[in-house]
């Protein structure tokens, strides 16, 4: 499968790629482009969020931008068309979109698959790779009202996208039932990014009562139509019994009081890989408190060091060194489970991840080969690591093949934690605060540095003996950090 179409030699279609590895779903989070914008061949044309990261899509050839075939915040399966770019343009009028193109703004629905037809093999995309070719098509309006539901929709949508209010329709607003948002007994009138959102909080657009113009639902109808379905529990009908119809009192909700956020993208993935790990890897933790004050003065002195100039130094760098020399001294650690063929996987190199909190959720992208950087290279990817987490930017690949993982959770204020393993790690190591304490030092009590560390692993890889090792070893490191010399 490509991931652009040729509808004639004058206009070609590009399609939602996989952006990651076996994704089937992005969100549309932006366009950067409107009909009538001029297009060049790797130009980015979207920005799209998936369930690991935000990504940008560029446009694999030149031409004009004919139609966008879904508004921001819609939710597309992968293979669906998502734009069409004229690329012969000045050969003549250009076709206004068809009728079936206008509701395009609509997710496509795909068609059941075949079960006697073979699936084919995923070939490369643009990015990452995509699914195996289908057939898809839309599910056929029903009713009379089709076409003026259909050419309803479509202007609301182009209204909001264009900034304005929707034009009044020129024919009559169809009736809107007391109990639902279907006119005549068709299909609900409802933007895109609404159906969605009902989607998502299990609601039935027919039983929403609508109060948008000219009868579309809004996600304000939705919400007021969870809200009683969250907080008022309803036994389920037998099925010889027809549900009765709940009184008008009983949809009022005060929609102040709560918020809902639908559970998608990266924070979907989050819970989902969380839930799986937490579930699935036996998690030990083990503890330690170390005075760290000896690291708090190397870290010091290496910002004014000549060849650490231009990279960004803190305790999290020396940290981080510390556990990669930790690993090398007790390389079983870092392993992974093999539960298909019953085996432990012991990686020969570190891909370190670092757990960074960003606007759409936590991500852990990982530093590849970490253990062969000197200090100055490992320096340079953490702060680049970090950059390209805040702004949003990180890539699929980046936050793929992870080993191990530090969270920094003393940026916080928190003094340690019980971390969850990164899916498919051995490890992680949660960092505390690094706080003024008394402590004995010589003999003697005094204020030092301390911070608390904790280790998660997974016990059918990692014994209590060789987890006790690494954070012994880590703690030693800090403690002195001379020993990133002698033990390296």
Not at 11 to 24: A, I, N
Not at 105 to 116: F, I, K, L, N, R
Not at 149 to 162: D, K, R, S
Not at 277 to 289: D, G, I, K, L, Q
Request: net charge negative; with cysteine; hydrophobic share 45%.
């Amino acid at each position: 499968m490509t991931t652009m179409t040729e509808t004639s030699a004058r206009f070609r279609e590009f399609k939602m790629p996989d952006v990651g590895e076996g994704l089937t779903e992005a969100e549309i989070l932006k366009w950067f482009v409107q009909p009538g914008d001029t297009v060049t061949d790797g130009q980015v044309v979207c920005e799209v969020e998936t369930a690991k990261a935000a990504v940008e899509l560029p446009i694999p050839f030149d031409g004009v931008v004919h139609e966008l075939r879904f508004p921001e915040g819609t939710t597309v399966d992968v293979g669906q068309v998502i734009i069409a770019i004229d690329v012969a343009p000045g050969s003549g009028d250009a076709p206004a979109p068809t009728p079936a193109a206008a509701p395009a703004q609509e997710p496509v629905e795909a068609a059941p698959a075949d079960s006697g037809d073979a699936p084919k093999g995923r070939t490369p995309v643009l990015v990452g790779y995509g699914v195996a070719e289908s057939s898809t098509k839309r599910r056929p309006r029903k009713g009379a009202s089709a076409a003026p539901e259909a050419a309803a929709v479509a202007a609301a949508v182009q209204a909001e996208l264009n900034g304005h209010a929707a034009p009044a329709a020129a024919a009559p607003a169809p009736a809107v039932p007391a109990q639902g948002g279907a006119p005549d007994g068709g299909r609900p009138l409802a933007k895109p990014p609404v159906r969605k959102l009902a989607k998502d909080l299990g609601i039935d657009l027919a039983t929403v009562v609508p109060t948008g113009k000219d009868g579309i639902i809004t996600r304000e109808d939705v919400h007021a139509a969870a809200a009683p379905a969250a907080t008022t529990p309803v036994a389920a009908p037998a099925p010889s019994q027809a549900a009765p119809e709940a009184p008008a009192a009983a949809v009022a909700s005060d929609s102040a009081r709560e918020t809902r956020i639908p559970v998608k993208g990266v924070r979907k993935a989050i819970a989902q890989a969380m839930v799986g790990s937490a579930f699935t890897a036996p998690h030990v933790t083990e503890f330690v408190t170390v005075d760290v004050t000896r690291t708090m003065k190397l870290v010091a002195e290496l910002k004014e060091d000549k060849d650490m100039a231009g990279v960004r130094v803190n305790p999290l760098l020396i940290i981080a060194k510390a556990l990669l020399v930790a690993i090398k001294r007790n390389p079983e650690v870092n392993a992974a489970w093999d539960e298909a063929n019953q085996e432990i996987v012991q990686k020969h190199y570190v891909n370190l991840g670092i757990a960074a909190a960003t606007p759409r959720g936590l991500i852990v992208p990982n530093i590849k080969d970490a253990h062969d950087k000197t200090l100055p290279q490992l320096a340079a990817a953490l702060g680049e690591l970090v950059t390209t987490a805040r702004d949003g930017k990180t890539s699929p690949a980046a936050m793929a093949g992870g080993t191990v993982t530090i969270t920094n959770v003393g940026v916080f204020g928190v003094d340690t934690g019980t971390p969850i393993l990164n899916p498919g790690e051995s490890a992680i190591l949660a960092v505390g605060a690094i706080k003024l304490q008394p402590w004995v030092h010589k003999g003697k009590v005094k204020p030092r540095q301390v911070t608390t560390l904790a280790l998660s692993f997974d016990h059918r890889l990692v014994d209590g003996e060789l987890g006790s090792k690494v954070l012994a070893d880590v703690a030693a490191i800090l403690e002195q950090p001379k020993r990133l010399i002698t033990w390296a």
